[in-house]
């Protein structure tokens, strides 16, 4: 079956960085767009970034533009999220994203309506 399996999460003081990885198992994601979603204490789950098949398109949120930035390596099925400047406002669960729709070349997740397939999450925690 689909796996998700994230990793890099943890608790960090405000202006410091996380970077979170993702690695797929189960089914080659090269085709499908990847991204990151995070749920915050008394919150909705929202789409933080996301990044097309390829790896020349991507997507933020208003609120971490700027500061998050989305990779991925399709030889190893990953995606990755390396978090600057992170504020406690950041705190939230983050959420690997797979998205089998296909759009086009440069389609990329931007609701969480869209995505197919969740990790399992990683607590990010970030103090004043």
């Known amino acids: 079956q689909v796996q998700l399996v994230e990793s890099g999460g943890g608790s960090v003081q405000a202006g410091n960085s996380l970077r979170l990885s993702c690695t797929v198992s189960?089914?080659?994601?090269?085709?499908?767009?990847m991204g990151w979603a995070r749920q915050a204490p008394g919150k909705e789950r929202e789409l933080v970034a996301s990044?097309?098949?390829?790896?020349?398109?991507?997507y933020y949120a208003d609120s971490v533009e700027g500061r998050f930035t989305i990779s991925r390596d399709n030889t190893k099925n990953s995606v990755y999220l390396q978090m600057d400047s992170l504020n406690p406002e950041d705190t939230a669960v983050y959420f690997c994203?797979?998205?089998?729709?296909?759009?086009?070349?440069?389609?990329?997740?931007?609701?969480?309506?869209?995505?197919?397939?969740w990790g399992q999450g990683t607590q990010g925690t970030v103090s004043s």
């Open positions: 994203t797979l998205d089998l729709t296909y759009d086009g070349p440069y389609y990329t997740t931007r609701t969480v309506a869209e995505v197919d397939y």
């Open positions: 990044i097309n098949w390829r790896g020349e398109r991507t």
């Open positions: 189960g089914r080659a994601v090269s085709s499908f767009a």
